[in-house]
Nanobody, 122 residues
Framework: EVQLVESGGASVQTGGSLTLSCVGYGITFSKWCMGWYRQVPGKEREWVAV???????HYAESVKGRVVVSRDVDKDTLQLQMDSLQSEDTAMYHC????????????????WGDGTQVTVSS
């Protein structure tokens, strides 16, 4: 059984930083497009950042320059380093796996976790 377990969410002030982590069980990250998406109740999901199977990274325009996604293929872990956090970054952040970047952007996930909450306030 595949499980993705996120951690690291917290309440922070505007301008602060957070690092989110995702641990995978029963899955080999190097074979998937792994990434993060976020969701606010009542709003559409937004993909945030991905690491493709070949190691290429992609970022949503809304976070580019403030976020770094990385993976450890030996440990099957994924991290999201977020800096200069803004109130608009408040959301539940989920780790997910998709067969391709195109599928990831369409939220066609094979696996996803329950999420970790990030709240940014002034």
């Amino acid at each position: 059984e595949v499980q993705l377990v996120e951690s690291g969410g917290a309440s922070v002030q505007t301008g602060g930083s957070l690092t989110l982590s995702c641990v995978g069980y029963g899955i080999t990250f190097s074979k998937w497009c792994m990434g993060w998406y976020r969701q606010v109740p009542g709003k559409e999901r937004e993909w945030v950042a991905v690491v493709r199977d070949d190691g290429t990274t992609h970022y949503a325009e809304s976070v580019k320059g403030r976020v770094v996604v990385s993976r450890d293929v030996d440990k099957d872990t994924l991290q999201l380093q977020m800096d200069s956090l803004q109130s608009e970054d408040t959301a539940m952040y989920h780790c997910a796996a998709a067969q391709s970047f195109r599928f990831f952007k369409q939220f066609l996930f094979n696996y996803w976790g329950d999420g970790t909450q990030v709240t940014v306030s002034s």
